[in-house]
C-alpha cells in the first residue's frame, strides 16, 4: 500500500502589498488600530487587475517545480482549490495543466471549497495515491477574494488577501496523514456568499442574514462565522482525538485556518489548549482563505518551528459551512 507524503511547498504572493498605514492614508476615518488588533492583520497582498487564478496558480506551481527540480512529466495529477476561477468553464485546473506544459494523461480538476480546502485536497490526494490512480500529484490552493471586495468595505478589505500555493505529495511507504474528518451543514451557506457571481441572480439568491453595509459583491457575518467555529471545531477535535486513540497533550503542532486573530484565540480557548502550539502567523499575508494552512506550513518549516516527526493536526473550517481536520506527521526536509 503507498500512502500520500505531503512534500516541498511554494507560495505565490501578488506584487501589489497594502499595509494598515496605506489605509490610514485613504480611509482616516476608519479605525485601523483598533481593526489591527482584532483581526491580527497589518498586511494584504491584491492581485492585479490583469492577474487571475491561474495566473497565480501556474506562478506558484513553476516556484515549486523549479526549486526542487521536478521532472513535469512526473506529475499525474493536478488538484485545485479556487471559490475565483478564471471562467465558469472551462475548468481553471485544465488551463494550469496545459500553461504548465504538463502531460496530457495528467489529471486534473477544480474543487471549490474555501478554508477547509487544503485539508480536503490532501485527503483527496492521499485517496487517489491509495488506490494508485496517482503517484504524483500537485495541490493548488489560488484565491483572488480582493476582486469581490469594495475598496470602501471596511470590514472585509482589512481581512482578505490574495495568494497562490503549491504542494508536491509523492507516494510514499510510510503512512504519515490521517486519520480524517469532515463535516458540513450547507444551512450556513448565507453566512460567507459572493452574490451575482453565478448563474442565479441576486434577486433569486439566499439573502444575507443581516443589512449589507458596502457595496461589496461578497458578503460575510463575522459572528456567525465565529459562533459556528466554536461549535464544530471542539467535537470534531475530540471524535479525531479518539479515532487516533492520541491524547490531546502529544499534539506538537495545530495548524489551524488563519482566519483573524480574533476567531483563533476565542478557538484556541475553546480547546483549551497551549496557545504556543497554535501559531497565529497571518499579520504580513492576512486571510487567504484556502491557502492559509499551506502558508502556515511553509513559514514554521523555513523557521525550524515545524520539523520532521513533529505530530500536528490541521483544522480547516468557515465557508460553506464547511469544516474538516486531519492528523499529520512532516517527514519532509528543507535540506532535501
Known sequence: MKYASIGPIAVYLPQKCETIEDLKMEHPEWELDEIHQKTGIYARYISAPDEFA?????????QLIEKYAIPRE?????????QTPDYPIPTTACLVQHQLGLRIDCGALDYNLGCSGYVYGVNLADGLIRTEVASRILLITVETYTKYIDTNDRSLRTIFGDAATATLIDASEEQTLGPFLFGTDGEGADTLIAYGKGMRPEELSLKPRHRRRWASSLYMDGAELMRFTNSKIPPLMEKLLNKAQVRKEE????????????????LIATLDIDPAKAPIQMEKVGNTVSSTIPILIHELRASGRLTPQMKTVMLGFG????????????TWSQGR
Open 319 to 330: 465557508v460553506g459551512l464547511s469544516w474538516g481536520g486531519g492528523f499529520w506527521r512532516d
Open 251 to 266: 499534539i506538537d503542532l495545530f495548524l489551524m485556518h488563519q482566519a483573524t486573530r480574533k476567531m483563533l484565540e476565542s
Open 74 to 82: 512526473s506529475i499525474d495529477f493536478v488538484l485545485l482549490c479556487t
Open 54 to 62: 491561474s495566473d497565480m496558480a501556474v506562478a506558484a506551481a513553476n
